[in-house]
């Protein structure tokens, strides 16, 4: 059974710093697209960044240079580093995992930030 497991979520102030982290297991992880993505209040889901097998990434123009997404294949874990946080930065933030025609999604972590 493959499983997502987000951690790190939690209120910070503007300015802030932030790490979020998705274990996962019951999949090969090293050959799947990684990334985070969330959802704001009344807004839509959002590609937050990604991170290639290879470890290419890719960010939101939103979060670029405020953001950097990593990933240890021997741990299995996918992080998000979030610095410089806004207010507009809150939202529920999902771990995704995909590869081919198969994509699976975390439970989700509570980012709110606010002072």
């Known amino acids: 059974q493959v499983r997502l497991v987000e951690s790190g979520g939690g209120l910070v102030q503007p300015g802030g710093s932030l790490r979020l982290s998705c274990a996962a297991s019951?999949?090969?992880?090293?050959?799947?697209?990684m990334a985070w993505y969330r959802r704001a209040p009344g807004k839509e889901r959002e590609l937050v960044a990604s991170?290639?097998?290879?470890?290419?990434?890719n960010y939101a123009d939103s979060v670029n240079g405020r953001f950097t997404i990593s990933r240890d294949n021997a741990k299995n874990t996918v992080y998000l580093q979030m610095n410089s946080l806004k207010p507009e930065d809150t939202a529920v933030y999902y771990c995704?995992?995909?590869?081919?025609?198969?994509?699976?999604w975390g439970q989700g972590t509570q980012v709110t930030v606010s002072s």
């Open positions: 995704n995992a995909a590869r081919h025609l198969a994509a699976y």
């Open positions: 019951g999949i090969i992880f090293s050959g799947y697209l």
């Open positions: 991170i290639t097998s290879g470890g290419y990434t």
